[in-house]
């Protein structure tokens, strides 16, 4: 096969691009490096991947990566991933985004991309506070922190991406941490062969403008399950490490249970064909006239 | 010579259902028929009505007065019997409700009654059509074959079940008046052509399908839904994906990715929903994604009239979105032209990798009339991508060239080369760039497409005396029209001739970038010039004044949610002229 990897270089280091706009110290980089190396332990030809993103430091991430890449507006990162699924489900498509994006202006999307199932990996770069348009508070941000706008501390408590995704009925659902850069890859790896929408929330330092959780509060708390200390089928045990904050944060993947796609129950998409290869013949519907004689 | 039929009653009591089959057996019969919706935003209750109006040539807009009222409650027969001829009759239930002593033109017949003897009070629709069929001197013979199909793969017995119905009904009314309404002549005059009787919203989904739409995703909103209806019901069938997004927002940026990962795609939506999409709409500007919007209008602002029709999104469509893009604007005139017009929009967004926006309105939408049947062999399904053989290598999704169309390629097309598409001004790569120079470059890249695109738009159509007028000899009326509004000119000109006057239609359906040779050519040889539009503030006449400097003499708006007849268009006309 001309177009897997035994033709086209695939190793971690083909898919970074040189140049990133990303400030020194960012847990982009190691989100970023655990990507390359999570697309290339798959063996993923860069032309067969789709990474849609919305606005926002991460996502910029298609800039940075050499694969296809659809970067969108912001909180829009979802959608255009839907349709392109929908139109060649031979690609693998991959979301990447920041809180903001995906939680903030893209919540209506991320709560009903859940209930539609699209095979789509979704990994938000979460650190809890909007970098690109300079310190205000995400929804992830916690309550107290004081920024330009919050100027006397958040005041709304923050959302929990990952209680809210079990709750809507998503059936994978996992937590990382940027400093955890083998776990992260491991993960990742995990979410894009999982049939079915996967999110992975990427807790990750701002340097510039999270004077809280940064990388050493992060360092201290998070802590990787352990084997066998937790079943990935056990929804409430799921929601009850998504909901585990504080001293100690647990990391890894908290539910794991396939249900039909998006793209399996679409009528149009079970024949197999791609969409977007069908050909077009005006002629051959003529008949759709017929009905209104 | 036409016959106008009005039928009314409160929502849910199935007035569209009587409307349609009596449509469809007259197109069968071989007349030309006309039926527009006049509904209102509730489940049931109020008031609605269908006006039927049918002739030897189809008509393209309702008539003013009734040959024919069926008053399924008293509440019809007091708000329309203004518009009843005096040799018309009125169809009525008279254990329901009675009419006024003095009133002679009632045909009585037991509408509820004669449905639960026949199997069940649903069926009184049926009754219904059966009394109009003898008044207009009709068999049954039709209507059965209809019902029998309409039934078909239900139980025997609800077919025998309306049959019956339609008996009762056609023997009751039988007893005041037989074939007491004149017929029109037919359409057919015996060639025998077999004519399609649809609506604007279904033409649309058979155009979209048959010219390779493969996604469509959709907020349902009216008059935009009957689209995503059609096009989901035919999901097996024709393998498109039919997907009810979140919201608008969603609806659009879903679409843009289908398109750009390789599916001709579409959306739909009316005024709030289009608001909501806008930005979408940007962004398909600056990704160069090919896109089919269709913006069905209704009255706004904001939720305004949502059953009713309007013609006062066209700044919206020609301006609506940030920034600076190439966009081009359609309408949909008639049925009979909007199935290859929607197809024009699909080739346009492929050829110049641009969104196209089609605008229909509540009038188009609702609207069903007799047409013949289309020629497939005329939509056009090139896709305008980019092949092995030229492709340049490696692949610049946004490659400069000389007219500002770049080779499109598809991720995943072509094994080892990516693409990228980006909302950020980017570099021909599809990379973030902020560079002064390169963002000039890449704006002046997608304008350059604006030349080739203005000479794909079709000039206006010409209709009645109009020759005359451009050899200068002028004097006469030139009216000035653009989308649904086109049947009721037609007829207004065909009138104003008719009675000695000269007259001239110029009618848009492709509006931007603006065809204006033959108008600019026009305009100045009219004694009298009218835009004709249904709307408030004139939005097609300014466009025609901040394009070429050029005013009309006269403008006619109508602006209560409810589309022109042929008659208030004329007495506009006529005080003026």
């Known amino acids: 096969m001309s177009d897997s990897c035994n033709n086209i270089k695939c190793r971690a280091e083909d898919y970074l691009l040189p140049e990133t706009a990303w400030c020194p110290g960012c847990g982009n980089f190691a989100i970023r490096e655990a990507l390359a190396a999570a697309l290339a332990a798959l063996q993923l030809p860069p032309h067969r991947i789709l990474l849609c993103s919305g606005i926002g430091q991460a996502a910029k991430m298609p800039h940075y990566i050499r694969v296809n890449g659809f970067n969108g507006l912001h909180g829009r990162a979802l959608p255009p991933a839907v349709g392109a699924r929908a139109a060649n489900t031979e690609l693998t498509v991959i979301v990447e985004s920041g809180d903001g994006d995906s939680y903030g202006e893209g919540g209506n999307h991320f709560i009903h991309n859940i209930r539609r199932n699209p095979n789509i990996a979704h990994f938000v770069h979460n650190n809890q506070v909007y970098g690109l348009t300079k310190g205000q508070a995400s929804p992830t941000s916690e309550q107290g922190m004081k920024t330009g706008v919050q100027v006397e501390g958040v005041v709304h408590p923050p959302l929990n991406p990952l209680a809210l995704a079990l709750v809507a009925g998503a059936g994978f659902v996992a937590r990382c941490f940027s400093g ?46 352990r084997a066998n200390e937790h079943v990935e089928t056990d929804w409430h045990a799921a929601l009850r490490l998504a909901r585990t904050w504080g001293e100690e944060i647990p990391i890894g993947i908290f539910y794991r249970v396939p249900r039909p796609t998006f793209e399996e129950q679409s009528p149009a998409l079970r024949g197999g064909e791609q969409l977007a290869l069908r050909s077009l013949d005006p002629l051959s519907l003529a008949e759709l006239q017929d009905e209104f004689y | 010579m036409d016959v106008n039929i009005l039928i009314g009653g409160a929502a849910g009591q199935g007035m569209d259902t009587i409307a349609h089959l ?130 078909a793969g239900k139980d025997d017995r609800v077919t025998a079940q309306n049959i019956a119905a339609l008996h009762s009904g056609y023997n009751e009314a039988a007893a005041f008046c037989h074939d007491c309404i004149a017929l029109p002549p037919w359409r057919s005059a015996g060639n025998g052509e077999r004519y399609l009787f649809l609506d604007g919203n279904q033409v649309l989904g058979i155009s979209a399908l048959a010219g390779g739409c493969r ?57 709030g929903g289009y608001a909501l999409m806008v930005e979408g709409l940007s962004l398909a500007g600056m990704t160069e994604t090919p896109l089919v919007i269709v913006l069905a209008m209704r009255p706004g602002p904001a939720t305004g009239l949502p059953t009713r029709t309007e013609q006062g999104d066209l700044d919206f469509a020609l301006y609506g979105g940030h920034g600076e893009f190439p966009r081009a604007v359609l309408s949909a005139t008639n049925l009979e032209d909007a199935f290859y017009r929607l197809n024009k929009a699909f080739d346009l967004a492929d050829r110049f990798q641009i969104p196209v926006i089609f605008l229909s309105d509540q009038h188009f939408a609702d609207t069903a009339r007799a047409v013949p049947p289309y020629d497939f062999s005329r939509l056009r399904s090139e896709r305008y991508l980019a092949d092995d053989a030229t492709l340049l290598r490696p692949y610049l999704r946004y490659r400069l060239t000389p007219g500002g169309v770049s080779p499109r390629a598809l991720p995943g097309q072509f094994p080892g080369e990516v693409v990228l598409a980006d909302s950020d001004e980017h570099d021909e790569a599809g990379h973030i760039i902020e560079e002064a120079a390169a963002r000039r470059q890449m704006l002046e890249k997608r304008l350059a497409k604006l030349p080739a695109l203005a000479a794909a738009m079709d000039e206006p159509l010409i209709y009645g005396d109009g020759e005359n007028e451009v050899s200068g000899t002028g004097g006469g009326i030139l009216l000035v029209g653009w989308g649904s509004t086109l049947g009721a000119l037609q007829e207004a000109v065909d009138l104003l001739r008719a009675s ?31 835009c004709v539009e249904n709307n408030a503030t004139g939005q097609f006449a ?36």
Request: aromatic fraction near 10%.
């Open chain 1, 180 to 225: 955890e850069k083998g776990h992260l890859q491991e993960t990742m790896q995990a979410a894009i062969q999982f049939p079915g929408y996967a999110l992975v929330d990427i807790l990750q330092p701002c340097v510039v403008f999270n004077k809280l959780n940064t990388f050493a509060w992060y360092k201290k708390r998070v802590r990787p399950l």
């Open chain 2, 22 to 151: 009596l449509g469809k057996a007259l197109t069968r019969e071989g007349y030309g028929v006309f039926l527009s919706k006049d509904y209102m935003s509730r489940v049931r209750g109020g008031h609605n009505f269908a006006w039927l109006r049918f002739a030897g040539r189809t008509p393209g807009a309702a008539g003013e007065k009734a040959h024919i009222i069926v008053a399924l409650n008293e509440e019809t027969y007091r708000l329309h019997r203004e518009k009843l001829l005096d040799s018309g009759r009125v169809i009525f239930d008279p254990e329901l409700f009675a009419l006024p002593q003095q009133e002679q033109r009632g045909v009585p017949v037991r509408l509820r009654a004669l449905a639960r003897e026949a199997g069940g009070p649903l069926m009184a629709n049926t009754v219904a059509v059966g009394a109009l069929l003898v008044l207009l001197g009709f068999k049954t013979a039709v209507l059965e074959k209809l019902l029998a199909e309409t039934f």
């Open chain 2, 215 to 271: 996604f469509f995703s959709a907020y349902p909103m009216t008059p935009s839904t009957g689209i995503m209806t059609y096009l989901a019901k035919n999901q097996h069938r024709c393998g498109i994906v039919v997907e009810q997004a979140e919201d608008e927002i969603a609806a659009i940026n879903m679409a843009l990715g289908a398109s750009f990962a390789g599916a001709r795609a579409m959306t739909a939506t009316s005024g």
């Open chain 2, 500 to 530: 000695g006057n000269r007259a001239t239609l110029l009618h848009f359906s492709d509006i931007w970038p603006l065809p204006a040779g033959r108008i600019t050519a026009m305009l100045p040889q009219a004694r009298h010039s009218f």
């Open chain 2, 542 to 577: 300014a466009l025609l004044r901040r394009s070429t400097g050029m005013e009309f003499h006269h403008q006619i708006r109508k602006y209560d949610g409810r589309p022109f007849t042929p008659g208030e268009i004329i007495r506009e006309v006529l005080d003026h002229v």
